[in-house]
């Protein structure tokens, strides 16, 4: 049986705000529509950066709607 779940993976609560919400709020005037907590049974995810390569690598997958699309 699947369960629809989110899981916080982040070491930070995660504010869910309705969809109407501007990009830029003051904090306390929105209310959200939930607070999802950090999970206490995953560790947090830990993300970052590392180069691999000294080249670019092409993998074809379209961007559109960017400032850097092409046109």
Do not use: F, K, W
């Not at 699947?2 to 990009?23: Q, S």
Request: glycine share 4%; net charge negative.
């Amino acid at each position: 049986m699947l369960h629809n779940t989110v899981v916080n993976l982040t070491p930070h609560p995660v504010h869910v705000y309705p969809v109407a919400t501007p990009d830029r709020i003051e904090p306390g005037s929105v209310t959200p529509l939930c607070v999802i907590a950090p999970s206490d049974r995953h560790q947090p995810a830990r993300l970052g950066y590392r180069v691999i390569e000294d080249e670019n690598i092409d993998l074809e997958v379209p961007c559109t709607g960017s400032p850097s699309a092409p046109a």
